[in-house]
Structures are given as C-alpha cells and as structure tokens.
Nanobody, 127 residues
Framework: QVQLVESGGGLVQAGGSLRLSCAAS????????MGWFRQAPGKEREFVAG????????DYADSVKGRFTISGDNAKNTVYLEMNSLKPEDTAVYYC????????????????????WGQGTQVTVSS
C-alpha cells in the first residue's frame, strides 16, 4: 500500500511561485512513476506533470511547460512540483499520484493510469 501526502499549497498572487511536495510511504519508492494532476471546480481532473521511474523521463501539460518543474528525491521518498509565473487559471486542487513503473521512461497522462492518490492541496492564484 502506498500513501501520499501533499503539502505546499496556498494563496499566491499572479506571477508568484509555489512549491508543492508529495511525501510517499512506499517500499522501493524509486520503482514508482509519479504524476501531478489538478482539478478546478466543475472541470475534470487533468494531467499537469509526470516523472518516470528513477527520473529518466518527465513531461508536462502544454499549459504549464516552461513554468512548472517536477522533480524527485528518492532518499526522501518525495516528489516536488515547482510552480513559477503562476496564473489565475492555475487555480485548482493539485493531486499527487503514484503508479508502479511500467517501463523506464513511462509517464502516465490519465488519472486511470495511477493506482495511488493523495488527498490534494489547494492552490489559489489571485489576479
């Protein structure tokens, strides 16, 4: 069983930055691919960023490319999402997700591809 706990959300002005953290309790954390998703009110949960097993590959939604960075620290069993140049449209609940890796460069882009989820952390960007 994998447990994920997100932190770091909050209220920030447009143009500001936040760093989200996702702490995982899992044996062999480095065997998992990790993803960040977000869900705004009335919208479906969408892919934001993903990183493959042992960080060999990463990918981002077009809407956040160049502004967000995903990274992992296997020693701390933690994955991060550094968010810069935040926009009001980034406002959402952000979720961390984990899936036992399906390949060295595998990144999942859809919620159904991940078996484990955190409880979410709210990010609000004011204009």
């Amino acid at each position: 069983q994998v447990q994920l706990v997100e932190s770091g959300g909050g209220l920030v002005q447009a143009g500001g930055s936040l760093r989200l953290s996702c702490a995982a309790s899992a044996p062999s954390f480095s065997n998992y691919a990790m993803g960040w998703f977000r869900q705004a009110p009335g919208k479906e949960r969408e892919f934001v960023a993903g990183i493959s097993w042992r960080g060999e590959s990463e990918d981002y939604a077009d809407s956040v490319k160049g502004r967000f960075t995903i990274s992992g620290d296997n020693a701390k069993n933690t994955v991060y999402l550094e968010m810069n140049s935040l926009k009001p449209e980034d406002t959402a609940v952000y979720y961390c997700a984990a899936q036992l890796a399906r390949g060295r460069t595998w990144v999942g882009y859809y919620p159904y591809e991940y078996a484990y989820w955190g409880q979410g952390t709210q990010v609000t960007v004011s204009s």
